[in-house]
């Protein structure tokens, strides 16, 4: 007996697989994405960013610290000293020194300033005299008052339109570090950002410099994070803030921040030549832009392939259930209904011929003699003849008819719309032809007849009534000789 899967059992499958399957996909989809941008984080914090910094660092020598290096020459030349202290009698000796460090540098402006006069010395010759209380001359003053060799800032170039300048101040000494004045170069703020510009287009990072306070002394064109300007203090960038503890010693280290346009990973480098720290930065969302749509497509994939199984998997349980409920109501020898989906068909048919008051006949068919043709010629020999007259009687019949292997050679049919006379011309023209019918079986032909008893459903039978008559018809059948049709006289 065939026991099928109930819908709540497949239902509970399907639905297993439904959030396996997918769920498996998923989390190998999401475990190969994190270990991606894992991969990719550390490389760009291993590799990319020092190796940028470093090469900007390079770069920076070239331009930043180059000029510093270039006035802190200057603080020390002895031509420069020596003229201070023969009382700076000849002013175009200076303007031919200072003219010479510009061109031969290539510095944006070069200067001198005496303590001793208060004179400001300029390429183009004596520009003006110093004086406490001028604003435009406090940072003379203010270098007069600390205590390092020099410092960078950021003022107009009275020599050159005002035009804002980068210049670097350093403390001239005699050679008794008596204090003599201060000399130094310029480079515009323009030219500074250019290059940071150009820093930031070859390595693909955003770049900015700090001082020790944290405030911004130089970005690009576009400004540093988040599009800050110069002269903000990074306490004033969102996730910057924790940066700031570690600036007020030299330090160079990794660091991470979140903002708005996305996670961020930056290397800080302290430039001691120039008293700043160099921040290279770097927005991961770029980086990872490629492994996103990777996983996305994966994501994509993933719910297509789940969909494709799943429908699949739904087909073979709907296709394994039919087999399954096939399997239960048919005789797997003959292909017929068995008892089971018989009855299914028949109560239903009997539903309909009592509701639209249309007739119904039965017909129970026996072979004769079936248990000598077993014994005398084996089992196959049986088999073959079932399943023969099965197609035969099939061949007769209407698609609306029901037929059944009643069990062991007995068969039965219902025919719909069919009164008692009609159904025993058909049980008639079915016993001829299986008379007439000659089976070859291993040399030798196999013959048999058959016995029909039938009976027309009657207002008020049940279908074991019907059947119960049409059995006591084929009773008569038999025993008056076999092979012969026997109908069922109404009950009056």
Known sequence: MFVTPSRKSRLTLFLLLAILLPGGLIATSLVSYYASRDSIRDQIIDTELPLAADNVYSEIQKDLVRPTLIASMMSRDTFLRD???????????????????????????????SEQTRTYYQSKGVLKQIREGEPRDAWYFRILGMDDPYEISVDPDLANDDRLTFFINFKVFDYHDRFLG??????TVDSVVSRVD?????????????DREGRLVVTGTSGGPLGARRGQSLRDIPGLEPLLATL???????????????SHLINVRYIPELDWYLFVDKNEEGALASVRRT??????????????????????????????????????????????????????????????????????IDLDHFKELNDNQGHLAGDLVLQEFAKSLQD??????????????EFIVLLKDTNAGTAGQLAEKIRQRTENLVLPFEDQELRF????GIAEWQNGDSLQRLIGRA?????RAKQSGRNRVCVEPPIS
Not at 399 to 407: A, E, F, L
């Open 396 to 409: 007769n019949l209407r698609k609306t008819d029901i037929v059944c292997r009643w069990g062991g050679e």
């Open 198 to 210: 150009e820093y930031q287009r070859r390595f693909d990072r955003s770049i900015y410099f700090t």
């Open 471 to 475: 059995d006591q018809a084929l009773y």
């Open 295 to 364: 996983l996305y497509l994966n994501l994509l994939l993933c719910t297509l392939i789940s969909a494709l199984v799943l429908g699949l998997v739904y087909l073979a349980i709907r296709r394994y259930q039919q087999q399954i409920a096939a399997l239960a109501i048919t005789d797997q020898l003959t292909g017929l209904l068995n008892r089971r989906g018989f009855d299914l068909l028949a109560s239903q048919a009997q539903q309909e011929a009592q509701r639209e008051q249309s007739p119904l006949s039965a017909l129970l």
């Open 248 to 262: 007020p010693e030299p330090h160079a280290g990794r660091f991470g921040y979140q903002a708005e346009d996305g």
């Open 83 to 113: 003229w201070v202290l023969a009382g700076e009698r000849n002013v175009e000796q200076m303007t031919r020194y200072l003219t010479e460090i510009q061109n031969y540098y290539g510095t944006y402006t070069s200067f001198f300033i």
């Open 449 to 452: 007849t058959t016995s029909i």
């Open 182 to 187: 201060v000399a130094g170069v310029g480079l």
